[in-house]
């Protein structure tokens, strides 16, 4: 069963600073992975998807990397601002998986403080 | 890329009683899926909608406290039945986009308070 894993679990960080978000999954034959934003008692914003066969992806001040043979994958905010502040979160979506189902962190609580 | 609505944004409901949850998205999809967010967790996943065929349901979601309709390409229900406290989550509805890169979608979700 595919577990997937988000170090920290908060992080409180100066405006302007560049931060990693951290995201481990235990079995790496996996699809794609996808980092999402979740502001307080919101929906889900997708931010990034890597495929499998792919290092990284880019979006603005937004770059995720993947090594899926360690199962691991991070996310980079360059220059962070206080509308950043959200909770981030990864999944994974497995080869094993019937019926494409995403299987979640338990996401990075973001502050940034002005 | 997709845009979700869901409707009642939130509700505050009684013990006993059963709630709807409706989702329409702007595309036609294949596959619709229905999360729960309980509060202060992740996303578990509840089912899997497909149209023309039962929803599959995942470990520990029995379509009896969960009846989910999907009666055409772009609109699915959701029903939350006989509910208790614990029900108290946010209810997400999902599709993935089209496309070789098939990025997941998210509504806005549905806020749930049960007392």
């Known amino acids: 069963k595919q577990e997937v894993t988000q170090i920290p679990a908060a992080l409180s960080v100066p405006e302007g600073e560049n931060l990693v978000l951290n995201c481990s999954f235990t079995?790496?034959?996996?699809?794609?992975l996808q980092w999402f934003r979740q502001d307080p008692g919101k929906g889900l914003t997708s931010l990034l998807l890597?495929?499998?066969?792919?290092r990284e992806q880019t979006s603005g001040r937004l770059n995720a990397s993947l090594d899926k043979s360690s199962g691991r994958s991070t996310l980079y905010i360059a220059a962070s601002q206080p509308g950043d502040s959200a909770t981030y979160l990864c999944?994974?979506?497995?080869?094993?998986?019937?019926?494409?189902?995403?299987?979640f962190g338990g996401g990075t609580r973001l502050m940034v403080k002005p | 890329s997709a845009v979700i609505s869901q409707k009642p944004s939130r509700d505050i409901c009684q013990r006993g009683t059963s709630l709807t949850i409706q989702c329409q998205v702007d595309?036609?999809?294949?596959?619709m899926f229905w999360y729960r967010q309980q509060p202060g967790q992740s996303l578990t996943l509840i089912a899997t909608?497909?149209?023309?065929?039962?929803?599959?349901?995942e470990s520990g979601f029995v379509i009896d406290k969960f009846p989910i309709s999907r009666p055409n390409l772009t609109f699915s229900t959701l029903t939350v039945s006989n509910m208790s406290p614990e029900d108290s989550s946010i209810y997400l509805c999902?599709?993935?986009?089209?496309?070789?890169?098939?990025?997941?979608?998210f509504g806005p979700g549905t806020r749930l308070l049960v007392l």
């Open positions: 999902s599709v993935v986009g089209q496309g070789a890169r098939e990025t997941q979608y």
């Open positions: 079995d790496s034959a996996i699809y794609n």
């Open positions: 890597i495929q499998s066969s792919q």
């Open positions: 999944a994974v979506k497995g080869i094993n998986n019937a019926g494409n189902m995403l299987t």
């Open positions: 595309s036609q999809v294949t596959m």
């Open positions: 909608a497909n149209q023309g065929s039962e929803a599959t349901y």
